[in-house]
């Protein structure tokens, strides 16, 4: 089973990024998940480029997605909305479809109270456009996000290791139903 695990946040320390190294190591050894680190290599996107001439780095962010059984997508909000970065990337697919029926889970993840539940309901309406599987139980906000990590960016919360839990085995339950 192969997941492709995206931050919405390219910043060294993204605390975003940070969480989806703590759902790796939740992982079951037989699971693949490999955290995507080209969203600042793609172009921004324009139809024009969307052709014969597709940059190769958006082909090979469309093979990886493809290839994949489902999607781990963690963001945090930037003026209420998720950063441009992830949005640029989730555009290149709008023509290709690699996220139609894939089973994605989201994260938003922010140091306020509200965890970036804004962020979280535009990722939710863009992956609603791509025909994205929005599992049950594959959605988390997370609030206080820099209370909940160490200086090293391991997660330290408890209650925030067992949510990512559940969000992975919703995401993985979900992979092996749609294979039955
Ligand atoms: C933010 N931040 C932020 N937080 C939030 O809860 N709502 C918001 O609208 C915004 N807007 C915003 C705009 C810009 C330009 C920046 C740089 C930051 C704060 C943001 O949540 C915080 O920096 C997170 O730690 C960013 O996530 P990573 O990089 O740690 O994953």
Redesign the pocket.
């Known amino acids: 089973m192969k997941i492709i695990a995206i ?1 919405g ?1 390219i ?1 060294s320390s ?4 940070a969480l989806l190294y703590s759902v790796a190591a939740l992982a079951p050894k037989d699971l693949d998940l490999t955290i995507y680190k080209g969203l600042a290599d793609l172009p921004h996107f324009t139809p024009e480029l969307d052709g014969d001439t597709l940059p190769r780095v958006v082909k090979d962010w469309r093979t990886l997605l493809e290839k994949s059984d489902g999607v781990i997508i963690s963001t ?5 909305g998720m950063p441009g970065v992830l949005k640029n990337a989730l555009d290149w697919i709008v023509s290709s479809g690699e996220l139609v029926g894939k089973p994605v889970a989201t994260i938003s ?4 109270e ?1 965890g ?1 539940s804004k962020a979280h309901a535009s990722l939710v309406l863009t992956l609603t456009a791509l025909a994205g599987n929005l599992v049950e139980g594959g959605s988390l906000t997370i609030p206080f ?1 820099a209370k909940k990590l160490n200086a090293s960016g391991e997660l330290t919360d408890l209650n925030t290791v067992q949510s990512l839990k559940f969000l992975l085995d919703a995401l993985v339950r979900v992979i092996i139903d749609n294979r039955k």
């Open positions: 931050s946040s910043r993204s605390t975003n990024t945090p909000e930037y003026a209420y993840a922010s140091p306020s509200l970036g996000i």
